[in-house]
């Protein structure tokens, strides 16, 4: 929110990225002397070469420069607000537009990061970040595309479209097996960090739904709820030690607490906070916050903060996913498969036996146990809260995960507390301004390819707040339950809601 890259994904044809004065993990990783690759997606900036990955850190990228693609065509299909479509190609190695590609394309991106480990020259250290289109929905045209060269499997799935959703995160399982067994026969997988992080909660309905489920967590994607920002993460070395690490951490910690496994150190001021200390051991969490989100566009005005053990939400959800969803999706029609012989007959499980790291049965159980989120509240609301004008939510998350029992009025001290903190960081955001997407981006000039279309002499200060001067569309809509402004003379957007929050207390 400090960089105007917060709320709505970007669209491929939109003049906006993370501004070129912000530096990004593979830089700090190329000063370290690594080698730096990326593999699948970018989806930070695409309409200048100065926002490519490329351009900022990365050796390397081969895959996608938006947000997704179609897992066969490698396409992908932008619709605008007035329903204008354009199309094309998204999937290069670096410059160049892999036009001839057929493979599916989580074992064309696997195939890229076997090939890249295989190719290293190990007398230099490796950072390699591969960022799958799968599971993510693909063009409407085909929003679950499991592979055609397997059946589909997983028979034990009531529901099809869920069973085609576990095909497609089988494909990512098989992905990772053959990464983790590349880096083995590459004989360095004993002196590798292996991170495995999901960027976002499920849409399991609605718009690029994809069938995952986020329960017992709350909401969807794109919804200030638990089941929208929280997600499972896994780190692993080959000293470590099964258990599990509580703490609370935000994406923006990966920057200095990968810094620091690497060996260097930040001495710049950021957001983020070096954790590596306290996951190797096992410590408390060095933070103690999270602006989880800051929503300011004319459809909805909405913000959710945690401290401690305690998250608020507060403004107009109306419209969005506050509800839980999937519940039908968890149904089997017949037994699932044992879960232990399975685990056991995967490749990484062979590649650790080949290491003397051996699966035990009851610590692999009790690992589930521990990594398995508990809802210790057992009093839950019968209507869940809503934030309206004059009251905002309150949910002690660590007791109350499912964010079902409010405390508002019961705990009003922390409510008032948590609701100054955030006014303070609210009034901090950089506006993002209005939509900033230009016709000239269309893929039809460029032989039905998504590519770069503004040179380095156009004016990179409207990537962020357009100028007058700007060729875009910029698209503003008034939703009518946009609330009425209390005690601020009408004003409307993000002071209407400063005012709101003042007026709640």
Known sequence: MRLGMHGTPLFNSEDRGIPLTERLLPSYMKELGYSTHLVGKWHVGMSRKEYYPTSRGYDTHYGMRGGFIDYYTYNKVETWPDGRILFGLDLYDNDIPQDEEERYIVDALTDRAVKIINRHNTSVPLFLHVTHNAPHAGNTGGILQPPLHTTVK????????RRLYAEIVTQIDRSVGRIVRALAEKDILDDTIIIFASDNGSPTVGAN?????????????????????????FIWHSSFRPR????????????????????????????????WDSI???????????????????????????????????????????NYYGADLLINKEKAPEYFPSLRSCDIARIFEYMGLYLDIDEVKAMRA?????????????????????????????????????LWQRANKIAVLLTSRLRGLWAM???????NIQIEADPAN????????????????????????????????????????????????????????????
């Not at 408390?284 to 913000?303: C, H, P, W």
């Open 154 to 161: 997983h028979r034990h799935i009531a529901n099809s479209n």
């Open 209 to 233: 739904n994809n069938w995952g489920v986020n329960l017992p967590f709350r909401g969807l994607k794109e919804t200030p709820w638990e089941g929208a920002v929280r997600v499972p993460a």
């Open 244 to 275: 599990v690490w509580d703490g609370l951490m935000h994406v923006t910690d990966w920057l200095p607490t990968l810094t620091a496994a690497a060996g260097g150190r930040l001495i710049t001021e950021i957001d983020g906070v070096n954790q």
């Open 280 to 322: 190797i051991q096992d410590g408390i969490s060095k933070r103690t916050e999270v602006l989880i989100t800051v929503e300011d566009s004319d459809r909805n005005t909405y913000a959710a903060y945690r401290a401690g053990d305690y998250k608020i939400v507060v403004g107009n959800v109306t419209g969005l996913s506050n």
């Open 370 to 406: 521990a990594a398995t989120i508990r809802q210790e509240e057992p009093i839950r609301d019968s209507t869940p809260c809503l934030p309206s004008l004059t009251r905002g939510c309150l949910f002690n998350v660590r007791r109350d995960p499912s964010e079902s029992r409010d």
């Open 429 to 435: 955001q950089r506006r993002r301004g209005p939509l």
């Open 446 to 505: 460029f032989d039905y390819r998504w590519t770069a279309w503004l040179s380095n002499q156009s004016n990179i200060s409207n990537a962020i707040l357009p100028d007058s001067n700007s060729r875009a569309r910029n698209y503003t809509s008034r939703n009518k339950t946009i609330a009425n402004s209390i005690n601020c003379d009408g004003t409307t957007g993000i002071r209407n809601f400063l005012c709101i929050l003042k007026s709640v207390f």
